[in-house]
């Protein structure tokens, strides 16, 4: 079964400074992996996706994510952070047979001023 | 704006009760998903439809039904309501299915 995993709840990061956001995936064949961001009361904004090709990939916002097969990791990064950055973010990892999404439990991001 | 548009935006109701909800995909889109987001549960895939036809089906209840229209807009209907039914629910579309997910901004259903 696919699965992807957020391991920290919130990560915490002054404006300014790099943040990362950390994802972990489990899948059986190719991972076709996905980050998307949620404001408050707002749905859900896709950032960016890997489906194959560089491993450094860029999205919206200033973004990108890091494909790491060895260890099986997609974080999230942006080099420095901005108050607005702060949101829920979500990892998932698409299903190949049904291409439904798999989302992780999220990782609340707080950027302070 | 991902062009995905979902009505109503709250809906508040008794248990027992049955409501319908309504998502207009992107224009072009015949893919669309139906995901529940909850406290407990986290953000879980409910059904998809393609062109009309059922293509997958997760953790949906029994009480709980979908149906995709010639105008390929969908609508999810949940029946019986209990007060776990409570959550946000979203609708998603792709053009076709491998590609890309957009979302709406989804239904607030309180169930009281």
């Known amino acids: 079964a696919q699965s992807v995993a957020q391991p920290e709840d919130q990560v915490n990061v002054a404006e300014g400074n790099p943040l990362t956001v950390k994802c972990t995936y489990s899948?059986?064949?190719?991972?076709?992996l996905f980050w998307y961001v949620q404001y408050p009361n707002r749905g859900l904004q896709f950032l960016l996706k890997?489906?194959?090709?560089?491993?450094l990939v860029k999205g919206s916002y200033g973004f990108e994510a890091e494909f790491n097969k060895s260890q099986t990791s997609f974080h999230l990064k942006k080099p420095s952070a901005l108050v607005s950055d702060s949101a829920l973010y979500f990892c998932?990892?698409?299903?190949?047979?049904?291409?439904?999404?798999?989302f992780g439990s999220g990782t609340r991001l707080l950027v302070r001023p | 704006d991902s062009g995905v548009t979902q009505t109503p935006k709250h809906l508040i109701t008794a248990t027992g009760q049955r409501v319908t909800l309504r998502c207009s995909p992107r224009?072009?889109?015949?893919?669309v998903y139906w995901y529940q987001q909850s406290l407990d549960q986290g953000l879980q895939f409910l059904i998809q439809y393609y062109n009309g036809e059922e293509r997958a089906k997760g953790n949906i209840l029994e009480r709980f039904s979908a149906q995709q229209f010639p105008d390929l807009h969908s609508e999810l209907n949940l029946s019986s309501l209990e007060l776990g039914d409570s959550a946000l629910y979203f609708c998603a579309s792709s053009p076709e299915g491998r590609e890309t997910q957009y979302f709406g901004p989804g239904t607030r259903l309180l169930v009281l």
């Open positions: 890997y489906i194959t090709g560089d491993n």
């Open positions: 224009s072009g889109d015949l893919s």
């Open positions: 998932a990892v698409r299903d190949d047979s049904s291409y439904k999404l798999i």
């Open positions: 899948v059986s064949g190719n991972p076709y």
